[in-house]
């Protein structure tokens, strides 16, 4: 039994094919490996006609009728066909490892359904009712995480047990870098806030933030913490979402100029600096 499969490679002793081939010339050694790759490939002797021949080796009649008993001499000419020892040796090699091969892989998969769990029917209708009774049919949809709330932290709980003080910088610092400010000069502004008015206010006034997305996060979050600290009252949003419509409080003002006196520039002085960069880049 000849295996189709097998058409596609076709084995080469090297050795062997020069040993046998040094008279041949340049052209025939390319129409001697035709007929060889035209035998391998129609697994069987080639029918002897000169025109079936001439087309294989791709030659003219003239060049053939000077090249076929040259090529004659590798073949056993008889019965109108051209038989080849070695070739018909190798089909029956490549055929005897094939089978080998299937034989192997039908054991093996043999093997591995011998031990299949006796549950699972064998005539079920369709593939669900094949499963085995352990199996889940069914996977649970991973759901989204909620967004935050404006009241997810309670003022005067302990914050880190939702925002930890690592989340609380990443988030502050990557809301303010959204909005202009320079990444470097958005940590020294985080840092500042949490040693003015302590690391649970500021982790309040990050999570309302990022909830109300304001048009300056900078002076909101300020804003937010002077109220949670009890220094003036809760920001208007409707003002802080709006360009142009922001009102400058009197004692911010006046933080700002003593800022300026002071020998570490102030949270609120390096809200200031990041809108001056961001109108002059604007």
Not at 260 to 282: C, F, M, V, Y
């Amino acid at each position: 039994m000849t295996d189709p499969k097998t058409d596609v490679w076709m084995p080469l002793w090297i050795g062997a094919y020069l040993a046998d081939t040094m008279k041949l010339t340049t052209v025939q050694h390319g129409a001697y490996f035709l007929l060889l790759m035209a035998y391998w490939r129609e697994r069987s002797p080639l029918k002897d006609d000169d025109g079936e021949l001439r087309s294989i080796t791709k030659t003219e009649r003239a060049e053939w009728k000077r090249m076929r008993p040259v090529l004659a001499e590798f073949f056993k000419v008889a019965d109108g066909v051209w038989w080849h020892k070695r070739v018909e040796q190798e089909m029956a090699e490549a055929d005897k490892r094939s089978a080998a091969a299937k034989l192997k892989a039908q054991k093996g998969a043999d093997a591995r359904w011998k031990d299949k769990d006796k549950s699972t029917p064998s005539d079920a209708p369709s593939i669900l009712q094949a499963l085995p009774d352990d199996k889940p049919k069914e996977c649970p949809t991973p759901s989204p995480l909620p967004l935050p709330s404006e009241d997810s932290v309670p003022n005067g709980t302990d914050g880190d047990a939702v925002l930890t003080k690592q989340e609380l910088w990443k988030s502050g610092k990557s809301l303010l870098a959204e909005q202009g400010m320079p990444k470097v000069q958005c940590g020294s502004f985080v840092g500042k806030l949490c040693k003015d008015y302590t690391d649970e206010v500021v982790i309040d006034a990050v999570r309302s933030c990022v909830v109300k997305r304001p048009a300056d996060a900078a002076q909101y979050l300020i804003a937010t913490c002077q109220h949670l600290k009890g220094l003036r009252q809760k920001p208007d949003i409707a003002k802080q979402t709006v360009p142009g419509r922001q009102e400058r409080d009197p004692e911010l003002v006046k933080r700002e100029n003593d800022a300026k006196l002071a020998a570490a520039p102030s949270a609120e002085t390096l809200a200031r600096i990041a809108q001056i960069k961001q109108g002059a880049t604007a």
